[in-house]
């Protein structure tokens, strides 16, 4: 069974930095594409980065050049390196796998963690 445990949330002022880590256990680590994920309140979750099995990048457009993804396959985590960091970057963030579905990236497991909540305020 799956198991994504997200950390290193937290208050932090604009214009500053937090390192988020996922540690994953219950599957092949290095078999999927990781995403973090976050959730404000009173909106959809939403993709904001994925990496591939090769160490391939994606990011939402509104993180793109201030946030960086990379994962450790050895230790089975994720992280999310979040630089000038802004109020609307506020959020729960979550990591899954990730999946393409016809078009869309999607979610891979129906289990979540219970994410890490980030605050951006001054």
């Known amino acids: 069974q799956v198991q994504l445990v997200e950390s290193g949330g937290g208050l932090v002022e604009p214009g500053g930095s937090l390192r988020l880590s996922c540690a994953a256990s219950?599957?092949?680590?290095?078999?999927?594409?990781m995403g973090w994920y976050r959730q404000a309140p009173g909106k959809q979750r939403e993709l904001v980065a994925s990496i591939g099995t090769g160490g391939s990048t994606n990011y939402a457009t509104s993180v793109k050049g201030r946030f960086t993804i990379s994962r450790d396959n050895a230790k089975n985590t994720v992280y999310l390196q979040m630089n000038i960091l802004r109020p609307e970057d506020t959020a729960v963030y979550y990591c899954?796998?990730?999946?393409?579905?016809?078009?869309?990236?999607?979610?891979?497991?129906?289990?979540w963690g219970q994410g890490t909540q980030v605050t951006v305020s001054s």
């Open positions: 219950g599957i092949i680590f290095s078999r999927y594409r």
């Open positions: 899954n796998a990730i999946r393409l579905y016809g078009s869309a990236w999607s979610p891979e497991f129906d289990s």
